[in-house]
């Protein structure tokens, strides 16, 4: 478990410490993270640049992300899914990118998975989301893995995924949502908590 901090900014706002700078983190950090996604392209997206993140910094990929988006069209699942040759070079390429065949082939990969996976439940959300855990305070402890995002992990390699393991997944989790680790004290926990809340009963989750 790791115990982070909460710090209040400049402006007033009380932000988990890891978001309260640079800019970068503190839009991210007040506006996304934690915040409930049940679209399958954000979903899909999310766990690939969690995979490109895998050994680097996730500000690196943060600052890449509009790059990411136009050399993968978007994260269009179907699209990427008919990623052939051409495109592997094309986005080997592409400096704007991390340059990293096998991340790259990965992601192809996985969106003919994930195109499986919607076919069998429906959508992405309806996979995830059956497995959001919900506190009524926030954490004041932040593990880098949890039993759901090994089970999730081995789940979804047993269905031919790449680049998904237990520390990747986790990620993804709090990142759309699936678990609100803003910590005890950060003014967006209550936000993030009404969004998620928002989404899995959209979804269908039974919630405390």
């Known amino acids: 478990m790791a ?3 909460v710090i209040t900014g400049d402006d007033g706002v009380a932000r988990c ?13 007040d506006h996304e993270w934690g915040v409930g996604v049940a679209d399958d392209t954000r979903l899909f997206e999310k766990i690939c640049l969690e995979g490109f993140q895998s050994g680097l910094s996730w500000l690196t ?23 052939g040759e051409g495109d592997v ?3 080997l390429a592409d400096a704007g990118i991390v340059r990293h065949q096998g991340k790259i082939r990965s992601t192809i990969n996985n969106a003919q998975r994930a195109l499986e996976l ?3 439940h429906g959508s ?5 989301w059956p ?4 506190f009524d305070e926030p954490v004041t402890e932040v593990p880098a893995t949890t039993d759901t995002s090994t089970m999730l992990s081995k789940q979804l390699k047993k269905r031919g995924w790449s680049f998904v393991g237990p520390t990747t997944m986790y990620a993804f989790m709090q990142a759309m949502g699936v678990v609100n680790d803003h910590m005890a004290g950060c003014d967006c926990w209550e936000s993030a908590e009404r969004s998620r809340r928002s989404v899995a009963a959209g979804v269908g989750v039974a919630m405390p």
Do not use: C
């Open 3 to 5: 115990v982070m901090n």
């Open 89 to 91: 070079e094309r986005l």
């Open 61 to 83: 990929i943060l600052r890449k992300r509009d790059n990411f988006r136009a050399g993968f069209a978007g994260f269009d699942i179907e699209q990427v899914a008919a990623f």
């Open 131 to 134: 497995h959001a855990t919900f």
């Open 17 to 29: 410490s890891w978001g309260a700078e640079p800019a970068d983190y503190l839009d991210y950090h």
């Open 118 to 120: 919607i076919d069998e």
């Open 124 to 128: 992405l959300a309806a996979f995830f």
